[in-house]
């Protein structure tokens, strides 16, 4: 665990010494502060509309940081050439990937502090009501479907060699999984076999990363979700997670480094 | 300095097509005897060995064919010993160095470091290793770095700034410690790359060309501190092209060319033994003519 949480320091420093996460954060405050400053047509309930599009920029932000800072983790030691000196350590490839992996989501978990926090207060100043239980619940469901994303991002560049093409397919992929995962099993009940058992395997196959969206709690001011479907929802994203991380491992070890 | 004299001891060597050295290239290190219970024993055991190593790189489809990059090594360094590792570019030094260090597996073969499988991790707890082209975590400040290497070495944290102390001192970077690597220089860069291979106080150091690309003075520290290392018993596995220095620093060298070992012994005897320099045995190992000047 030692190793692990050493290289995982490492990740998290780089993130915060690279200019990524600031531009982003600064971007979306500047977003939902000019929102947030204007009175759409006298509406009262105008509020929930600029909650609705400050969490999907903070959910955009998140995707962006986490694809973009987990596709460039691998190759970028490689091609920086630190993965020599660091595998030249009694390290495994195995404690290499997991510092990677946990550096990554708690480098997306600080910053989901500072998203949520920010969103939080930007919401009380206008309409003086914070549900505390809704905002954990969203933003702990949020980081865990980061979980899953990052270690499919982090498996996504030990196969594809160019950063750019693993965060390509990393966007497609999970966009194509929120927008459309939820409706794959409605679509396969309207094809003949043998496509519908297919479309079936592929919906039970795909992780549900829409599952971990209940945005709708913060924005509607619905009371929180049981704690017990919080939990069965960490424990499919981290049954994900694990599966990806298991595969990359495999990948990484066969992987000759030169 | 004391120096312990060491019975000769004949290893296994595969002889297919080089040079032999006098006695058999397994003449006695040269060794302190500077407590650290450094017994007769433990310097005749090697510290890194490879027997029969081969590697071959994959070739792509028919107009790649495959390629055998390591063939049939052989060797045998032992503790205290300063072993030059020379060969021209592409002789297959680098590959051996990958395999040692578990980056790359043999084709067919085995290798040990300390008597372990250089597959296991724990084989390079008492290494240090110096890349050819020194990167490192540029965001990092020399003394993170370190602190970060330290505690992969499992050093205890009361010791870990002692030793951070004791390396920046030795390769002259107190002064920019807490600067970040992207502003040193290239010599200053080789010299944190020498500053984290000695972090773990390692018994082998394996440096692979640590003097490309530095300047007179970056060469001449690297060679000093090679030297300490020397006087204090530690082994030293090296690759250069720089014939002259590996003759003052080393006790024995191997000449490896297209994958092969050509010859190994120490370098006075060889030197005696074929009536010239290292360079010129270098030479004449590897086939250069020189053309005829018109």
Redesign the interface.
Known sequence: M??IF?IA??VI??LY??KDFYVLFILTALICLVMASVNFFNDDKIVRYLKEICLLCIWICSLVIAITTTARQIPSERE???L?????????RTQLLLGKFLGCWLACGLALVCFYTFFGALAASREHHWPLLSYLQAGTLHWVMLGVVIAFALLGSLIFSAPSANTTICFVVVAFILLLGRHLNKVALHLPEPRRSVLYGFYYLIPHLELFDVRDLIIHNWPPIAWTVCGVATLYGLAYAAAFLISACLVFRRK??? | MDTLKLPTQKTERSTNGRVPGPHGSDSPPSCASSGAGFSRQAARDPVLETRNLCVTYRGRGTSQPDRQAVKDLTLAVRRGEVFGFLGPNGAGKTTTMNVLLGFINASSGSASLFGTDVREPIARQRIGYLPELTYYYKFLSAEELLRFYARIFKIPRGERSRRIDGVLKLVDLEQARMRQIKTYSKGMQQRVGLAQALINDPELLILDEPTSGLDPIGRMRVREVIQRLKNEGKTVFFSSHELGEVETVCDRVAILHQGELKVEGRVSELARQHQCSLEQLFLKVIGYAARPSN
């Not at chain 1, 020599?84 to 495994?92: D, G, H, I, M, Y």
Request: positive net charge; without cysteine; hydrophobic residues 40%.
């Open positions: 030692n190793n050493a320091g490492v420093k780089e010494r690279r920086n050439r630190t020599f000196p660091l595998l030249a350590k009694p390290l495994t000759a480094i030169n």
